[in-house]
């Protein structure tokens, strides 16, 4: 079985990414913009919220005794869903559930379907897929649809076109959509969106959502969203086909009270999204007629067998650890080399994948514990990087300068006379690189260090050193 | 070969160590410690839903019982327009004389092109601004609310809730039946973070608020 998040087992490291892109300082400037925006307007209806700690914590339980009882949970939803006229299928993968979903596409003969917002279809390719069936995938999200026309990857979980200022969007719109004319007013932007979907909303036969929340007491399914995208795919079609990872079930219906307080301000600083839509199964003369739920694995059982990491799976998506990131606001999502970006991306790609791929994205972060605070649902990422990085140094894929240095460091601190011994030849071997008590640069193999940051050079006496000399002399 | 579902089955059952006991009682101890039941007057609840719905720019009138048909011509002269599409079963006595209504059954295209909505609601919460459409005959099924570019909606003060968990415990007893929360007229924040008032759904949101 293979398991792929996007194109990430074929994206450069981190740090490779990351120097190009901090480099762009257009991409730069609108990232820092947009996050800047975002943290601002979150501060603000967080700040406005008595119980919010409260909400937090038991977000957190809940998803927590999802996952511990996640097979039972999975089944109720099934048999809920199924009752009120849905079919369930199930997916151990990328590429079986986008054979289950172009197999349905196919079965109603359509060329094409529209799409609302679903970062759980980018990670399995979905599009690619549907292209390759012959079927034309529209993305229905102003923001899916500046990165589908601009033949662009996403770079932020919620806003995925963040990257991208007006004049860009205009140019991409301008170029697709067989526009005479065009400003690059933000409102006119968007109507242009209007005009150029209306007309498929109203026509396509068939549309493709993911899931805010699967709920497994009634099997009802939520699709939170702003644009109203989201409520013509899953009311007007003749068959909506919902694409959802297994950690998106919530016990109960009342359980929303908790999630639609914490997903709006924390996605987009909002008391509230403009428009939720909560539908179950098939309702006679009202939307579908069709319904289908395709449950994703896709690597999460795993996530789900290590005990230290599994909180991962709590995530509600809501992109609050990315804006709230100082790596995510130097580089923007492109450097994460996946659909996830950001803190839980580098927590979530990586064990989605069992590790081959994205060694280096525990390492995209500086442990500020940022992401940490904001998390609606309290996961705590900066100890699952840890966690993470250890398992990369476990499968023996750390750099050689990394265990050397740590091999030595576990001698020089065996013992006092190891210790002594080491400060002594360190002084002595960081003559030639040492001026003014600063060491600006290390020869290769460390210059990684030093090549943005001074390390200060070790004293002529230490601590220790200082102490016996002083009992000596003072004769204790 | 197992089929897809018995292997996600399993392979949960196996990361977990086998099927966990003590779920009911597990559930009922997740702690809820926030805020449930709201507190304020009826007063201050209405002023604060009024605020909410002005802060996301949809337009609130004030109307008394048995007024609601005049205040429906006010808006309608105010939004130069003279007909709107209506749900089944809404009141005969909410339409004014001079205007046309048309009662739900159109294709997709002619609801495209009519002039605006009006409907009812279900519940409305006043800390988020939401209001709660019940998509069964009295508030229409889900096309006729959206495909409009003019959603007039009216809210009585009687179905407005502080809370959101006090909204949740109403929606819950309907959870069957399609419903959508709206807050506000349809609105992206895709561009700049700036935010446009009107993308697919209705661009323009008047809420007839009725004591």
Redesign the interface.
Known sequence: MSTYVGEAADAPKFQTAAKSLVADTQVRH?VR??TE??RAKRAKVVGEM??WQ??R??GH??KE?V??????Y??QFETACTA?GGTV????DAD?ANSIIVGLVKAQQAKEVIKVKTMTSDEIRLNVALEAAGITPYE????DL?VQLGEDKPSHIV?P??HR??AE?RQIFLDKMNLGELSDR??D??AA??VY??EK??RVPVAISGANFA?AN?G?VCVVE????G??CV??PKVLISLIG?EKII????D???F??TLPRSA?G????????????V?P???PQEFHVV?L?NGR??V??DREARETLDCIRCGACLNACPVYRQTGGHAYGSVYAGPIGAILTPQLQSMEHSQTLPYASSLCGACYEVCPVKINIPEILIHLRHRVVEDGDAPWIEKMAMKAASYVLESPEHLDRARKLGRIAQRPFATNGVISHLPFGLDAWTGVRDLPAMPDESFREWWVKRERETGR | MSSARDEILERVRDAMGGSTPGREAEYAAIPRNYIRMGSLSPAEKRDLFVDRLHDYGATVFYSREGEVAAWVADALKIRQKNSLLIPRDLPRAWLPEGFSFFREGASYEEVDRSEGVLTDCALAIAMTGSIVLRHSAGEARRALSLIPDYHLCVVFGSQVVETVPEGIEQMKAFAEIPMTTIAGPSATADIEMIRVKGVHGPRTLDVILVS
């Open positions: 609108n913009h947009a925006v975002i008595a119980d409260e909400l914590e038991s339980e809940i005794h996952l511990r009882h996640l097979d039972f999975l089944e009120a299928h199930w997916a151990r079986e229905t999200d102003l923001a500046i806003v076109a963040l200022n007006r969007i933000p409102e932007l968007a969106a209007r979907l209306r909303f109203l709920i009634t009802s702003s644009e109203g995208n409520r013509m009311s007007l297994i016990p109960t219906f009342q929303l009270e908790v639609l307080q987009t909002e008391r509230m999204n403009p428009y939720n839509s909560i539908w179950t199964g309702t003369e009202d939307g449950l694995d059982t795993k789900l067998a």
